[in-house]
């Protein structure tokens, strides 16, 4: 059963040794995912799984790591060999920022369907008695003429209403996210988001969003579910 999540972006520059100079500018945005990571810790699950896109669908074991050689930085976290896509490399970061060491890293397809993402999540609630999840999720890069993609008009108000979900743990509405707008406007977190919700659909988790930030032009957000 799941019984406690933590919802986290993962920018490359949310590692300070990619940002550099810049790295105080999300000094905020990191203290929030270490709070939402805290509350992972302080849960007493039996299982943690980090939950993040990827290029394919796979679940890596506990002794699987990734790196930063893909954003020009030497830095390698976890072990070798070094095949997490980003958002499951952050998201291990995130965890041994915090003192834990992720059980398993599932990685999700920007084409997943909201059906197989649903099931995925159910499958790793059942997958233990007290099941947290550490879910890794962008939202829209079209924000504004500074983001990544260009400005589409959709783009805040479908980061507004993800933030509020999110802060509510409304696993109905993240459930129903459309997989074809989410492409359309850049948000990486739409496959992760579902794993989540079909994880967290027959428990009865409240929601805490501890921030909502677009420092760049993409929606970043943080929120803990217990």
């Known amino acids: 059963m799941l019984i406690a999540a933590a919802v986290c972006p993962h920018p ?21 995912c270490d709070r ?15 939950v993040g896109r990827g290029p394919r669908e796979h679940l890596f074991g506990s002794e699987t790591g990734g790196d930063l050689a893909d954003f020009g930085v030497v830095l390698r976290v976890g072990p070798e060999p070094a095949v997490l896509d ?20 599932l ?18 609630a059942g997958s233990a008695d007290r099941v947290a999840l550490l ?25 507004d209403a993800v933030a509020e979900a999110l802060g509510a743990a409304d696993t109905a509405f993240l459930a129903r996210l459309d997989p074809q707008l989410a492409l359309e406007l850049m948000v990486a977190g739409r496959p992760a ?6 994880a967290a659909r ?8 501890l921030a909502y930030e677009a420092p760049y032009g993409v929606g970043y957000f943080v929120a803990a579910w217990a």
């Open 12 to 32: 490359p520059v949310l590692f300070p040794e990619v940002a550099r100079g810049a790295a105080p500018d999300l000094d905020g945005l990191r203290a929030a």
């Open 36 to 50: 939402a990571v805290a509350g992972l810790g302080r849960a007493g699950a039996d299982r943690l799984v980090v």
């Open 86 to 105: 980003l958002a499951a490399t952050t998201g291990r970061w995130l965890a041994e920022r915090g003192g834990l060491t992720p059980d398993g890293y």
């Open 107 to 124: 990685e999700v397809s920007s084409g997943t369907t909201p059906e197989r993402a649903a099931g995925l999540g159910a499958e790793l």
């Open 135 to 159: 879910v890794m999720g962008d939202g829209s890069a079209r924000r504004t003429e500074h983001s990544p993609g260009y400005v589409d008009a959709r783009a805040v108000p479908h980061d």
């Open 193 to 198: 988001w579902q794993v989540l919700a079909g």
């Open 202 to 209: 027959e428990g009865a988790l409240t929601g805490d969003l």
